[in-house]
């Protein structure tokens, strides 16, 4: 693995500690023209973080962020402090969200200015969110705000973009190349074409030709993913697909129902024991194609779905904890370099973060240090 260091100059790759922990990093904190015209003046996402409510016995809502506060990703001390508060806790870079739309760029306010200024001297690679860009933020998926735009001349175009980000030097690289995701590979028309453009471009800039990953991200992007042009795929947490039924609505559930025994809210929120993901996504097989490791720390999407949200009770450090220590373990286990992702860094609006929160504190950090460092997080 090769990431680079707060210094300028990178480690030599057997320097850095393996497994690397990659966070994913959303860059939404931070009002934007378009959002304005959609959602409102002045509209981000702690918007609906503040307003979330309970929505049954026990349901930890809002979640109200502590030592960061409600922060602003312009503001050049935030994105600082976020890097020292990362390294601190023993994750290896930021994955950053990237939105292209036909060459047309989102929320790039942020890592514009980490690229232009050098700071934070902390590692990161992108993840392109090619969906269409839909009232989903708030459930409404059935309306699009922006729609994606595939062509071979945008493949070059994003390709050559994309060339010129490698060259930072505090991009992640493994055996010196760079390494770029896709959340929804089946998006792309010809993803062949696609990744072969990526390559040959960033070749002939010279920055090395790139590792392509296709993010596990829903149902649809399951399988070996190298006869599409990608080199390994990431597991991505939740893992909708395996889930099954939520246990609140099995038939006891469904017959306390009909005698009004049970809460309303249920009907519609789909709810898990968090133990139950952990479960289920620990004990998947190793596919016969590479794939990187992917947990949670928590998961609910109340706050932008308060009446169809899902929702993994039960979180804590302490299960979390034990969830990655499980999965830098079978990262290990594999041949070649090898990677943890953590969803996510900073996802407030669907309860998903490592940031720290005014019940929780730095516990989840805490408890992603002591995993790395090899030990077993004590408290709860």
Known sequence: MEVVSRSEERLPADSVPSPTVLAF?????????????WWGDGFTDWRSVALARPRFRGHQQPHVPADLGFYDLRVPEVRQRQAEMAEAAGIGGFVWYHYWFGGRRLLERPFDEVRRSGEPRFPYLLCWANEPWTRAWDGKTGVTLMDQIYSPDDDVAHGRWLAEVFADQRYVRLEGRPVFLVYRASELPDPKRTTDI??????RAGVGEPLIFRVESAAG???DPRPLGFDAAVE??????ELGRPLRRSRPWFWARRLGLTEPAFGKLRVYPYEYLMSRMSQRHSPAYPRFPGVTPRWDNTARRPETGTVFTGSTPRL???WLADALTRSRAMSGPSLVFVNAWNEWGEGNHLEPDEIHGLAYLDATRTAVNGGAYEHT
């Open 320 to 322: 979390y904890g034990q």
């Open 236 to 241: 991505f947490a939740p893992a909708w697909a």
């Open 25 to 37: 990093f959303l860059p939404q904190f931070h009002p934007i023209p378009e959002n304005d015209r």
């Open 198 to 203: 990526w390559r040959q471009e960033a070749t």
């Open 221 to 223: 992007e399951m399988g």
